[in-house]
């Protein structure tokens, strides 16, 4: 009497890292180099909308079809794996033709390893295995200590009080990344130099679990058969990859952070709105800006994003006939943005 056939489990890589870092870069040079291989791509944004879901689909790669992007736009990923997560899994691996990898974009804020359990959820294990956690980490940040001197405030409360708790939110979400990966991304490595990325990758290795490596890349320049075919198993592995969180006994929230959305008009002058930007980066806690514009008398839409006070800008596709073409930037940062003098700004911006 033969056996029931076995089923091979669908291979599913996660993208991490900070805001910033070039997730989403990466990704589209994955698309673009995925040589037939069906991939589903479910991005988590952060944010009111859907900004990162929109630059994928708006990259025209061959083969991109918009209904394999699957965005989660109703909060963290690692917070509503129930609700929100495992539904689409479920309806990816029960498609009549199921890809042949997925590939899941979590926000910047996202913890990895609560999203790794669900993988154990019996709905899923038997379907899909998580083939590698990637750690996408911005090189210029990290050589400018960005992780630690983002929040200011805290920074100040903390050289004021020696008995304050001295860990920086932003940090310990770094830090399980980190810990939680099976490959990291050096990214942006073109703009610190050979010595800063040999410097980087050691104190990075420092903190790595043993075997894990780290890959010094531009513009997520790195080839799919390094990044995909781990075989992890990362969800049979949880022991192995301790989470700040639980090692501390916190439980994790993102209330020490919010986002919007900001309308811009017609801009005249890219340029100018890049040194606005910036402005309004200098100037409130802001660690995130991303989004496009339409830019007048040009055809193609023009996308932004920034991390800090490093923004890079280009037109990625045309207008389509009939399509919105209102300009939106989703704005991240601390709890307590005035988002009045933001919005105002970028008006009196727009309109100058």
């Known amino acids: ?62 083969g991109c079809d918009e209904n394999d992007v699957v965005e989660l736009a109703n909060g963290c990923i690692c917070c509503t794996v129930a609700d929100d997560f495992l539904p689409v899994i479920e309806a990816l691996v029960n498609r009549a033709t199921p890809p042949d990898h997925i590939v899941i974009e979590t926000s910047g804020l996202a913890l990895p390893k609560p999203l790794i359990r669900a993988f154990n959820w019996p709905e899923i294990k038997t379907r899909v295995t998580v083939d590698g956690v990637v750690a996408v980490v911005d090189g210029p940040g990290l050589a400018s200590g960005q992780f630690a001197e983002n929040l200011p405030a805290i920074e100040a409360q903390r050289q004021a009080d020696d008995n304050l708790d001295h860990e920086n939110p932003l940090e310990e979400v770094f830090t399980d990344q980190l810990l939680c990966a099976d490959m990291v991304l050096l990214n942006k490595a073109d703009l610190i130099g050979e010595a800063e990325v040999a410097r980087l990758t050691t104190e990075l290795m420092a903190q790595l679990r043993p075997g894990v490596h780290v890959v010094a890349t531009s ?26 969180h639980e090692l501390e006994g916190e439980d994790h929230d993102h209330d020490d952070f919010e986002s919007f959305v900001v309308e ?69 940062g601390q709890t307590g943005l005035d988002r009045a003098a933001i919005i105002q700004a970028l008006a009196v911006e727009s309109a100058a």
């Open 264 to 332: 811009v008009s017609v801009q005249t002058d890219p340029a100018q709105l890049e040194a606005q930007l910036i402005h309004l980066v200098e100037t409130h806690n802001v660690l995130r800006i991303k989004g496009f514009v339409e830019v007048l008398g040009k055809p193609m839409r023009h996308v932004v994003q920034g991390v800090g006070t490093r923004f890079t800008r280009y037109f990625d596709r045309a207008w389509r006939a009939g399509e919105d073409r209102q300009g939106r930037l989703v704005v991240i």
């Open 1 to 62: 009497m033969s056996s029931a056939p076995t089923l091979t489990k669908i291979p599913a890589t996660v993208i991490t890292g900070f805001l910033g870092a070039g997730k989403t870069t990466l990704i589209r040079h994955m698309l673009e180099h995925a040589g037939g291989k069906r991939i589903a791509l479910i991005i988590n944004e952060f944010g009111d909308l859907g900004i990162d879901r929109q630059i994928v689909n708006g990259c025209g790669i061959e």
């Open 219 to 244: 513009h997520g320049n790195v080839g799919v058969n390094v990044l995909l075919g781990l075989g992890a198993g990362a969800e049979d592995d949880l022991d192995a990859r301790p989470s700040h």
